[in-house]
């Protein structure tokens, strides 16, 4: 299926839907209001490219060719935060900064056997702060490595705001502008956890 914003969109809708109305009694982390920018980054992933993410990545592994089918039973089974397709070469983490250091590695080892492929790891605000994303970073920066590291900001982790916590105006990506990462900014109508209408933690 091509993927244009308005279908990404209605996807998500029926998942809050489903959530909402108890079909769904598991975790969910829905996306809203990046998909133009995920849009515009897939347009450079090649099918032979790998995909890490965090919890939020129904919209990644459905833009990476994932069938629909198949992401919509991994989250009414009750792997929302943890989708992982091994054949399609996306892997998500429900662990922060989980899945960084695996993207690091792959990488690493694309440039050690001289292969053509690229890895693309998703991060949020928050994550981009911690250690093991700053380090990550200036490794593949200092090595040159095939990584894209790209930054989701939506400017709160689960309901504390990123900013506040590390008392700074800017996120270290903003202000460094490294060569190995993308950053984009966006405000979701979504809660961390859940559609807004059940408890979730």
Not at 52 to 71: A, D, M, N, T
Request: charged share 20%.
């Amino acid at each position: 299926m091509n993927w244009d914003k308005f279908s990404l969109i209605q996807f998500e809708n029926q998942i809050a839907s489903l959530f909402n109305s108890g079909k769904i009694p598991y975790p969910v982390h829905l996306s809203d209001g990046n998909e133009d920018q995920l849009l515009e980054i897939f347009t450079e992933v090649e099918e032979k490219d790998w995909i890490f993410c965090s919890w939020r990545s129904h919209y990644h592994c459905l833009l990476k060719g994932v069938p629909q089918i198949e992401v919509e039973n991994a989250i009414l089974s009750g792997k929302s935060i943890s989708l992982c397709f091994p054949e399609h070469r996306i892997f998500s983490s429900a662990m922060v900064g989980g899945q960084i250091p695996i993207a690091l590695g792959v990488a690493l080892d694309i440039k050690r056997k001289a292969e053509e492929h690229h890895v693309w790891c998703f991060m949020g605000d928050m994550t981009s702060e911690t250690g093991i994303a700053q380090s990550s970073i200036r490794f593949a920066e200092n090595f040159d490595l095939p990584i894209t590291f790209i930054v989701e900001d939506n400017g709160v982790s689960v309901m504390t705001d990123t900013r506040l916590v590390w008392g700074l105006e800017e996120l270290t990506v903003q202000r460094q502008k490294y060569n190995k990462a993308i950053y984009y900014r966006y405000k979701s109508r979504y809660p961390h956890a859940g559609a807004g209408k059940r408890v979730q933690f």
